[in-house]
């Protein structure tokens, strides 16, 4: 069975830094990404990684404090956020796919982001 599990989240002053892991378990997928969702507001797109190339995909909001990377040998995809802001507090989404570009269709169970001003 496919599962995306996700870890690192918490609670952090603005300015600060969190890294957050997703390990997929039973597949290795083509894409993988992260998604947060605010209260009250549709979740959104943050970053994307293309697990062959390495290419990487950033949301404006995060371009250049947020970096996401891969861990091949342990199917694990990170999200280093730094400088972080009170509007990133969000519960943050590892997402996955099969196919290069398109929906994603496995998605993890979320972890809490809490940036404090």
């Known amino acids: 069975q496919v599962q995306l599990v996700e870890s690192g989240g918490g609670f952090v002053q603005a300015g600060g830094s969190l890294r957050l892991s997703c390990t997929a378990s039973?597949?290795?997928?083509?894409?993988m990404g992260w998604f947060r969702q605010a209260p009250g507001k549709e979740r959104e797109f943050v970053s994307a990684?293309?697990?062959?190339?390495?290419?990487?995909s950033y949301a404006d909001s995060v371009k250049g404090r947020f970096t996401i990377s891969r861990d091949n040998a342990k199917n694990t995809v990170y999200l280093q956020m730094n400088s972080l802001k009170p509007e990133d507090t969000s519960i943050y989404y590892c997402?996955?796919?099969?196919?290069?570009?398109?929906?994603?269709?496995?998605w993890g169970q979320g972890t809490q982001v809490t940036v404090s001003s």
């Open positions: 997402a996955a796919r099969n196919l290069l570009y398109g929906s994603y269709d496995h």
């Open positions: 039973g597949h290795t997928f083509n894409t």
């Open positions: 990684i293309w697990w062959s190339s390495g290419r990487t």
